[in-house]
């Protein structure tokens, strides 16, 4: 440039100590693939009268920075250029040429499927720039079929809770299986089928060895009709209630074998009954079941209110229409922690919502 422009009196600056030396001559150049360059700058300082050479540290550089960066833009034989607030000049680009860059950017061979934000940082530093690349970075990365497979799990909830309301012991049961276990057990159980009562919070479960519908039900008439004891869970204090899952069900505190061993007060008294007397205690324990019931509907009432409070404060709404393309969270789970299938996609697809429920509940069918 300064050639054309006729100047003889030119001072270079230069941040490289070594380019610098080698061109004033008081270092050689050894790098074979450097001695071109060389010469070919050697030749272009001949043809001005004055040259000064010297060194300065990168940071004071910002000058021939910004000019060099004019220079390698013009190499390029753009027709438009355009200068950012961190001083860099980038190529505009039209429609075509910025939906090619970000396709190569983002998914091409060297494209790292990178977030909306990075890829248009990404795009930007190499010096492209056209006036909505932002918000065309960011629909370009939601579209991508790529990412979509193996986007992570959506840990916000989409609706909010909806508490189960009950106000009797039995009343309704919450079953869920887990599992599969590995290793197995001894006796090769995989699963386990757990039930939790709504109100009392008592607790059964049963281990499987695998989870089949005749087991499943012959495991709900159990829980229908409670016989065994889970005495360490169903004696465990309940926040949610106030009270113990035994003591709700049967009007008293469960007497534990230690406390029979270890006599409590409560042991010493009705030892000290005859039967008829204990019968008498009974009956009014029973009497005032009720009351305790009562007392821990408005307890799990309020506790339902806290919890539903917490958990509104992370809903993120997300309804889907009928007719919209949705994947699926993909059947086992995909944790790659565990499982180390890093590479396998987390989603399965696509499918076309039919129907649409209540609470966040659709039906879909293969797209
Ligand atoms: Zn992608």
Known sequence: MAVEMGIQDL???????????????EYEVKKEDLIPYHKHASRLLDKFDIVRLSHVLRSANKMANALA???????????ETIRSFDKLWS??????????????????????????????ERIKRMGYYWPSMVQDC?????????????????HQPPEPLHPNVTSLPFEGWGLDVFGPITPKSSGVHAYTLAATDYFSKWAEAIPLREVEKRKCCRFHSHISSIGMEYLKESTTYKNATHSTPYALVYGVEAVLPLK????????????????DENDK????????????????????????????????????????????????????II?????????TSKWDGRYVVREVYTNGAYEIVDA
């Open 11 to 25: 001072d270079v600056y230069g941040d490289s100590q070594l380019v610098i030396s080698q061109l004033l001559g």
């Open 69 to 79: 960066g004019i220079a390698a833009t013009l190499a390029l034989g753009a027709e």
């Open 91 to 120: 190529r505009c680009l039209e429609d075509e040429e910025a939906a090619k860059t970000i396709e190569e950017f983002h998914s091409g061979i060297y494209g790292a499927h990178q977030s909306g934000s990075k890829l248009h």
């Open 138 to 154: 960011m629909e370009f990365v939601k579209k991508c079929e790529a990412c979509q497979f193996h986007a992570n799990f959506i």
């Open 260 to 275: 029979l061993q270890i006599p409590s007060l409560r042991i010493a008294i009705q030892e000290g009954l005859t039967s």
């Open 281 to 332: 205690l009974r009956l009014a324990e029973l009497e005032a079941l009720d009351e305790k019931i009562l007392q821990a509907q408005q307890k799990l009432q309020c506790y339902q209110a806290r919890m539903s409070h917490a958990f509104i404060k992370k809903v993120q709404p997300c309804s889907f229409q009928v007719g919209d393309m949705v994947l699926a969270v993909s059947r086992p």
């Open 335 to 343: 944790t790659s922690r565990k499982t180390g299938s890093k590479f």
